[in-house]
């Protein structure tokens, strides 16, 4: 079954204690994405990779790291989180960047408290 | 710069009723445009898309978009909702000259039997 996924589901954690949160996809798609989701804002864009070793900022990339070593996966890093990251975290997948529509995970909810 | 306009922030419906979602984008061109839902729990899923062509798209579930150039919307449509449509739905629109994918804040829907 082609999916993208994401773990762990939910992650509770404290300020400043380096965590990662990991994608994988099984579809080949060159076009990995994160993505954190809060309300009233949509979904904004951290981070992006059109391909191996090729990563990139997306709106909100500050807190944040990420790492493309394989195609298929594609780890959210934070370094030292803090409260304001706390949020609902997607990662999703795509055979290439714009026109191709994207495939979510089930999402990861990360409080830090 | 490029935005993506969902003004309701939450619908509320009966079963069986018809239901229009709006969305509106600011971009001097014609964008790619898309609609995914998001389940209670669940990433997004993509109902459709339009890129060119036929202005009046159909997806799955039974959804259906209109896009009118003139209004600058792809407003999202179905005949009758089911209580199983109660979501959240995202308007998104990628540009031809950036590629970045824009979502809209969301549009939540509740289905009253």
């Known amino acids: 079954e082609a999916q993208v996924t994401q773990n762990p589901r939910y992650l509770i954690t404290v300020t400043g204690k380096k965590l990662t949160v990991t994608c994988s996809q099984n579809m080949n798609h060159e076009y990995m994405s994160w993505y954190r989701q809060d309300p009233g804002l949509g979904l904004r864009q951290i981070y992006y990779s059109m391909n191996v070793e090729v990563t990139d900022k997306g709106d909100v990339p500050e807190g944040y790291k990420v790492s493309r070593k394989e195609k298929r996966n594609f780890p959210l890093i934070l370094e030292s989180p803090s409260p304001n990251q706390t949020s609902l975290y997607f990662c999703?997948?795509?055979?290439?960047?714009?026109?191709?529509?994207?495939?979510f995970g089930n999402g990861t909810r990360l409080t830090v408290t | 710069a490029q935005s993506v306009t969902q003004p309701d922030i939450h619908i509320t419906v009966s079963e069986g009723a018809s239901l229009e979602l709006r969305c509106n984008y600011s971009?001097?061109?014609?964008?790619?445009l898309f609609w995914y839902v998001q389940s209670p729990g669940q990433g997004l899923q993509l109902l459709l898309k339009y890129f060119s062509g036929d202005t009046l798209v159909q997806g799955i579930k039974g959804f259906e978009a209109e896009f009118k150039r003139s209004q600058s919307s792809f407003n999202l449509r179905k005949p009758s909702v089911h209580w199983s449509d109660a979501a959240e739905y995202f308007c998104?629109?990628?540009?031809?000259?950036?590629?970045?994918?824009?979502f809209g804040t969301g549009t939540r829907l509740q289905v009253f039997p």
């Open positions: 999703a997948s795509s055979l290439s960047r714009g026109n191709s529509p994207l495939h």
């Open positions: 971009y001097g061109a014609t964008p790619y």
């Open positions: 998104a629109v990628v540009t031809y000259n950036t590629d970045k994918l824009i």
